[in-house]
């Protein structure tokens, strides 16, 4: 069954799941109230001793959310049960709490204690988790990319809004100080016309090497972690984050890394719409040494929207020049602006003449603001006030999808951004 048809007919199936589900939709007001939050996905490293570098990204949301009071991690979820001998341990003795640990999150779902769920799980998984927790009356923070495909995004607003759900999205870049300032200055007119703007990320990363097909480990609910993806034999390069590196499940480094960036571009730019033409050159430079991987570790993106603003992308996983060179660019009729996540810095006329320079009024860790305002906006029932709220996510989160289909096509494509659809191009 391919995604499309699973997608279509699950629809229908989870509408009548919800109808079934003993829900209960947050509507507290007290600031006393506890808020119960399960997080879903928390692979840890292959030795089950998670680090900073290693662990997964569902143990970030366990520190954020366990530092916020009156929240209450009620559950963690993983199809992977070897977790629970190491990470979940891991994460009681280094954040509190005791949660229960879960397999198959749809039990979460039909817990009605359950006020929240925030998604970690691979991003084939995004869509269908956040469509089934809002049917089921539970408010949604899900990782980036949002989607595994354009359409998903569509629905997961349609979602949001038919079941008055709050679904944010984390790319906490959103929650920095110095990117609010930093459009502020744009919007006021700081650089004249803006006319494009650049995001470059260097991240070196190692081949993954060839794996062979391996019997499934003890503990590893394979089926569930396929979900909507095709069926396979188990592979361990096609499994905890390796994932990223197949279309299957992944969406390449576009979707994984350089979405952060995207979505700051088209903040400071002012786009909230789709580009209308997409051109995305690229490949898989393995310098010599074998790798299973698919999806391309170097990508050239540019997008243009319908009044000739250009945004570009130059994304590289390989040897790529000095750091210095990263960050993401703002190019006006009066000058340019390099940004960064500590300031922006400001230069003007021919001569690049210094001009202002924006920095954060106080240290703060953007993640945990990010969560705190979602927390925040459970409470009060105002999408509105949400930083990054879904339909934010799907316009980043396109950006993604639309160059990776470039690439793999091969050439330039157009898009309707209103209808969402692919122009003159079957």
Same mark, same amino acid.
């Given at each position: 069954m391919n995604r499309r048809r699973f997608l279509s007919t699950t629809a229908a199936a989870t509408?009548?799941?919800?109808?079934?589900?003993?829900t209960r939709s947050y509507a507290q007001k007290s600031a006393n109230d506890t808020i119960n939050v399960a997080v879903i996905g928390?692979?840890?490293?292959?030795?089950?001793?998670?680090?900073?570098?290693?662990?997964?990204?569902?143990?970030?949301? *366990?520190? @954020?959310?366990?530092?916020?009071?009156?929240?209450?991690?009620?559950?963690?979820?993983?199809?992977?049960?070897?977790?629970?001998?190491?990470?979940?341990?891991?994460?009681?003795?280094?954040?509190?709490?005791?949660?229960?640990?879960?397999?198959?999150?749809?039990?979460?779902?039909?817990?009605?204690?359950?006020?929240?769920?925030?998604?970690?799980?691979?991003? @084939?998984?995004?869509?269908?988790?956040?469509?089934?927790?809002?049917?089921?009356?539970?408010?949604v923070y899900v990782e980036k990319p949002i989607s595994h495909n354009i359409v998903e995004g569509r629905r997961m607003i349609e979602a949001?809004?038919? *079941?008055?759900? +709050?679904?944010?999205?984390?790319?906490? !870049?959103?929650?920095?100080?110095?990117?609010?300032?930093?459009?502020?200055?744009?919007?006021?007119?700081?650089?004249?016309?803006?006319?494009?703007?650049?995001?470059? +990320?260097?991240?070196?990363?190692?081949? +993954?090497?060839?794996?062979?097909n391996?019997?499934?480990?003890?503990?590893?609910?394979?089926?569930?972690?396929?979900?909507?993806?095709?069926? !396979?034999?188990f592979n361990?390069?096609?499994?905890? *984050?390796?994932?990223?590196?197949?279309?299957? *499940?992944?969406?390449?480094?576009?979707?994984?890394?350089?979405?952060?960036?995207l979505d700051v571009t088209r903040w400071l730019l002012g786009k909230r719409e789709h580009p209308r033409s997409i051109h995305c050159i690229g490949g898989? @430079?393995?310098?010599?040494?074998?790798?299973?991987?698919?999806?391309?570790?170097?990508?050239?993106?540019?997008y243009q929207y319908t009044d000739g603003t250009e945004l570009h992308c130059d994304l590289r996983n390989w040897y790529s020049g000095p750091p210095e060179a990263q960050g993401i660019y703002i190019f006006g009729s009066?000058?340019?602006?390099?940004?960064?996540d500590e300031n922006a810095q400001v230069f003007f006329g021919r001569k690049n003449e210094p001009g202002p320079t924006f920095v954060a009024d106080e240290k703060r860790d953007s993640g945990q603001s990010h969560f705190e305002n979602f927390i925040e906006c459970v409470r009060s029932r105002k999408p509105e006030n949400l930083r990054a709220p879904i339909e934010e996510g799907h316009f980043s989160t396109t950006l993604c999808?639309?160059?990776?289909?470039?690439?793999?096509?091969?050439?330039?494509?157009?898009?309707?951004?209103?209808?969402e659809r692919f122009v003159r191009d079957e």
């Open positions: 509408a009548g799941l919800a109808a079934g589900l003993p928390i692979r840890g490293d292959k030795a089950g001793h998670p680090t900073w570098t290693a662990r997964g990204r569902g143990q970030d949301h *366990y520190e @954020h959310l366990s530092m916020i009071p009156n929240v209450r991690i009620s559950h963690v979820v993983d199809i992977d049960e070897r977790l629970f001998a190491s990470s979940v341990p891991f994460m009681k003795e280094k954040w509190g709490g005791d949660p229960r640990t879960e397999v198959d999150f749809r039990r979460v779902l039909e817990n009605p204690d359950v006020d929240a769920v925030t998604i970690a799980a691979p991003d @084939h998984w995004h869509a269908l988790m956040t469509l089934w927790a809002c049917e089921a009356g539970k408010d949001a809004r038919r *079941y008055n759900r +709050i679904v944010a999205v984390g790319t906490q !870049r959103r929650s920095g100080a110095v990117a609010a300032k930093a459009a502020q200055f744009l919007r006021d007119g700081g650089l004249g016309t803006v006319y494009a703007g650049k995001t470059v +990320i260097y991240r070196f990363r190692d081949p +993954i090497g060839v794996v062979a391996s019997p499934m480990p003890a503990g590893v609910n394979y089926d569930l972690w396929l979900g909507p993806a095709p069926s !396979r034999p361990e390069n096609h499994f905890h *984050y390796n994932w990223h590196w197949f279309w299957e *499940y992944g969406t390449g480094d576009l979707g994984n890394t350089a979405v952060h960036s898989l @430079h393995e310098a010599g040494a074998s790798t299973d991987q698919v999806t391309p570790n170097t990508q050239s993106v540019t009066k000058g340019w602006m390099k940004f960064g999808h639309l160059g990776n289909i470039s690439y793999r096509v091969g050439r330039s494509v157009s898009f309707d951004g209103a209808a």
